[in-house]
Each structure stands twice: as C-alpha cells, then as structure tokens.
C-alpha cells in the first residue's frame, strides 16, 4: 500500500506553523538544531517502535504541485530512530519535517530554514 500524505497535510498546515513540536500519540521526531544545504544532518525520532515513513515538505507551500512532498524516504525499518538526510535542499528554503508509523500516529517538526552550505549536491 503506498501512503499518500496530502490530504492530511492540508488539514494540518495551520496547526503546524502554530506549534513547535506537533505529536500524537507518543511519537516525536526532533527539529535539527543546524541544517545546512548539501550538507548530511541527523534526523532523530522517538516513540513506539514501527515501519517508519519521513516526509519533507516545503513550508509555506507545504507540499509540491499535485500535493506530493517534496522529498519521501518510506519503510524505513521499526527499529530505526535515525536517519541521516542528505540536506539537498536548497539554503534559505523553510521546510518541515513529517513523520509517521505503521500505528498511524504523526508527528511534525518545527519549521525550519537551510542554512548556506557547498551546492555539489544539486539541491532542490
């Protein structure tokens, strides 16, 4: 089954940008301190264990024409609570960082903006 995000997102983009943290249920996934175009940066995550699906989403457009995000990193495994996100997204974008289990539980980073890095990673 492939996940489809976008009518979620819609209903949550104003909670979103209200909040620092958005959780629900006990899964929580950390906003990085310092992300940086082409740059990797470790993205953290807690909660009950299960397929795992990460989301990048351009704020405030929020998502890509026809309601895909922009970025989709899916299954990743239940006992994972990391991953190491290559950062190609261009610096000055502000973007937001979603993720959610197989339980069907949420959570949201905060919003955040790419800082300047090199450009060898063709970022988006």
Known sequence: MQ????????????TILASSTLVAGSLVINTPAHARQCIPT?????GDPGLFFLLT???PQLVLKDGEPIQEYGGLPADQYNITW???????????LS??????????????????????????
């Open 3 to 14: 996940f489809k995000p976008s009518a979620l997102l819609a209903a949550v983009v104003g």
């Open 42 to 46: 470790l993205i953290t995550w807690e």
């Open 57 to 59: 989403i351009i704020i």
């Open 86 to 96: 290559p950062t190609n997204v261009r610096a000055g974008t502000t973007v937001t």
């Open 99 to 124: 993720l959610n289990n197989e339980a069907g539980e949420f959570a949201y980073t905060s919003p955040f903006t790419i800082k300047r890095g090199p450009d060898n990673c063709n970022p988006i």
